[in-house]
């Protein structure tokens, strides 16, 4: 009964006039995020962090989570009808999505990856409902030498699941961790690394590095690829299709796979630095492998399309278990919305269920009602979107660098930081370049300090002793679990790679 | 050029370790662990890691291709440096405006309304919507073009 007046709780604050503005202006953005190539939900919520500044906490955590989920929904329409997948997660989809566009399907497609989109977030909110309040219970028993293990458990994972080279992205995590060290130390209250400069006494701003990295960095890259140079021409005219809506077999063929691609979608997205974009290639992967004609994924099957679609909006909301109870983020979408929180004073953890209610039911409730209004704007506002796919990428660009700039100097009226922003987005572009992992260093920026303190909370507890590590009952099963993790990554690429 | 991109961060990794061990102590003056531990471990472990990268990149060493648009990269991150001096110059709209008509003249050219439409319309709606409606800060710049 009281996971209903939790819930009762959150829909009274998510209903409100302003909130729900919030939220329908975030699910617009994110998919305008999402329908852009290259430029992922971590870009979105950073360059327009600056611009919540002026509004109620919950309303502006509303709208940045929006931002998050709403952007896989916008990822499949460009993977459909341009076989250009907008955000890393669909790449999938355009396996099967864009054959079927092709074939004159591009609206049953559409309208059914928009309801597995659907399905999957919507299955994925009520996990995190049902789930979210057992982990909090059992986060609070951890003490410091759990927490270092759950922050370095969401960076190894992240490094060795994401990017080409684990090398590249230990030393990318590294790079993040020396940056979160600079600043003044809150135990001894010495200066570390400022060099005399005021402006670096209270650190290195989270805003300009993760604008600069997944910003700018994104858009100099995409710059060095050509994309300013390709039109859009490629899109396919769905509007001359004779049947907009899915027909019968579609359901039939794909119900199992729905169920299977949200479930497959949330466990993926829960484990730290798996994320949205494994997810769904696993079950792509998956549905091949179980499909009774394998030969015909990749050529325009439904089932290629809906498994994904699940598969990565439920690995969305999976990944919100780990952030909203334990406070530890285990992608770099989630570590910008974690900062978001912190910024607005609101410390995700074991506790905020309990002290924050109001907030963390908030937003749980949200994420029902964001399911709800992205299916219909993806299903009604298509040719709104569609419409917005028409913008030549040369004009879009050097628009976003402006908002870039000037959204990084909004926030405390610092050119210096919009320097450091700029900065950020030079080494962003030669860190995707070279391989490296921007999310990495976003990442490792934001857990570092709480990782540095609770290491030395713990040697501090065990006189020095790392054997502490593995002496307590949580600890161990968190070592255990990454290590499982750890040793199922080489299997979860190979996945990977077979299903590109 | 990966090459010397890791060779980059493995100069300001020495010099990150080098401060770390010079300037901050291990242990604090009440004994515990002190604002030089972690930094001094996060260091060490950067070189190790830049190191081995390097041994590794340098035995395996391939061309770096490098793509034909690698002009067109430097003359954006160019003129958005220009646009970040611009905007302590002459303020957030003019210099966005500048900026913008500057850009698309290189990216976009032959539309010469479309981009003059775009270079006045954009600096516009961001001043009503930072300036305006959000009231956030907008640089005003030397010229103290904007308010």
């Given at each position: 009964m009281d996971l209903f007046a939790d819930l009762w709780l959150g829909m009274s604050v998510a209903l409100t006039p302003t909130n729900l503005l919030f939220l329908m202006i975030g699910a617009m953005v994110g998919m305008i995020v999402g329908i852009i190539?290259?430029?992922g939900p971590s870009a979105g919520i950073a360059i327009l962090m600056?611009?919540?500044?002026?509004?109620?906490p919950i309303g502006a955590v509303v709208m940045l989570a929006a931002i998050y989920y709403a952007a896989m929904y916008g990822g499949t329409i460009t993977s459909i009808l341009?076989?250009?997948?907008?955000?890393?997660?669909?790449?999938?989809?355009?396996?099967d999505g864009y054959p079927l566009a092709q074939q004159g399907r591009a609206g049953p497609a559409l309208v059914m990856a928009a309801l597995a989109s659907f399905v999957g977030g919507t299955i994925g909110v009520v996990l995190i409902t049902l789930l979210a309040p057992l982990f909090s219970q059992v986060a609070r028993g951890f003490g410091p030498p759990e927490y270092f293990l759950l922050a370095m458990m969401g960076l190894l994972c992240l490094v060795v699941m994401v990017g080409s080279d684990w090398r590249y992205g230990v030393i990318s995590g590294l790079i993040g961790f020396a940056l979160g060290t600079?600043?003044?130390?809150?135990?001894?209250g010495q200066q570390r690394f400022?060099?005399?400069s005021a402006e670096l006494i209270d650190g290195i701003d989270f805003i300009p590095i993760a604008i600069g990295l997944f910003g700018l960095g994104e858009l100099f890259y995409a710059f060095y690829e050509g994309?300013?140079?390709?039109?859009?021409?490629?899109?396919?005219?769905?509007?001359?299709?004779?049947?907009?809506w899915p027909e019968v077999r579609d359901w039939i063929e794909t119900r199992v796979t729905l169920a299977r691609g949200s479930l497959i979608g949330f466990v993926i997205g829960v484990i730290?630095?798996?994320?949205a974009t494994i997810a769904s290639l696993l079950s792509y992967s998956i549905e091949k492998s179980v499909?009774?004609?394998?030969?015909?994924?990749?050529?325009?099957?439904?089932a290629g399309l809906v498994g994904p679609e699940a598969a990565n909006n439920a690995a969305s909301a999976g990944a919100m278990v780990p952030l909203l109870t334990?406070?530890?983020?285990?992608s770099a979408s989630t570590a910008v919305l974690l900062a978001a929180f912190l910024l607005w004073g609101l410390r995700p953890g074991p506790l905020l269920m309990s002290q924050n209610p109001e907030f963390a039911w908030g937003l749980i409730a949200s994420m029902y009602l964001g399911n709800l209004a992205l299916v219909l704007l993806n299903i009604f506002a298509i040719p709104v979107f569609v419409a917005m796919l028409r913008v030549p990428y040369r004009i879009l660009a050097p628009a976003v660098i402006v908002l870039c700039a000037i959204g990084t100097y909004s926030v405390n009226g610092s050119i210096i930081e919009t320097w450091l922003m700029f900065i950020a987005g030079i080494v962003g572009f030669f860190m995707k370049l070279f391989g490296f992992s921007p999310a990495a260093v976003v990442l490792a920026l934001v857990l570092g300090p709480l990782a540095e303190e609770a290491l030395r909370q713990t040697l501090t507890i065990s006189r020095g002793s790392f054997a502490i590590f593995i002496q307590r009952p949580v600890s161990i099963w968190i070592v255990a679990i990454t290590l499982a993790i750890l040793l199922t990554a080489p299997l979860l690429r190979r996945f990977q790679s077979r299903a590109a | 050029m990966r090459v010397a991109f890791t060779a980059v961060i493995l100069c300001a990794a020495a010099f990150y370790t080098y401060w770390a061990f010079?300037?901050?102590?291990?242990?604090?003056?009440?004994?515990?662990?002190?604002?030089g531990f972690f930094p001094r471990i996060i260091g060490v472990a950067l070189i190790i890691g830049c190191v081995l990268t390097l041994a590794g990149d340098l035995r395996t060493r391939e061309g770096d291709a490098v793509s034909s648009y690698w002009r067109i990269t430097v003359v954006v991150a160019s003129l958005s440096a220009v646009l970040i001096l611009a905007l302590s110059v002459l303020g957030g709209p003019l210099a966005m405006g500048l900026y913008m008509l500057g850009t698309l003249s290189v990216?976009?050219?032959?539309?010469v309304l479309q981009n003059v439409a775009v270079s006045v319309g954009l600096p516009i709606v961001l001043f009503l919507l930072f300036?305006?409606?959000?009231n956030a800060s907008m640089p005003s710049g030397i010229l103290g073009l904007s308010r």
């Open positions: 190539p290259g430029f600056p611009l919540t500044f002026g509004m109620d341009l076989n250009t997948p907008g955000e890393s997660a669909t790449v999938a989809s355009t396996f600079v600043g003044v130390d809150l135990e001894t400022t060099f005399g994309r300013h140079a390709s039109g859009s021409g490629g899109i396919v005219q769905y509007q001359e299709e004779r049947r907009f730290p630095g798996a994320g499909a009774k004609q394998p030969e015909r994924f990749g050529k325009g099957v439904m334990l406070g530890i983020p285990g | 010079a300037e901050l102590s291990f242990l604090s003056s009440a004994g515990r662990l002190g604002p990216l976009n050219r032959g539309k300036d305006v409606w959000l």
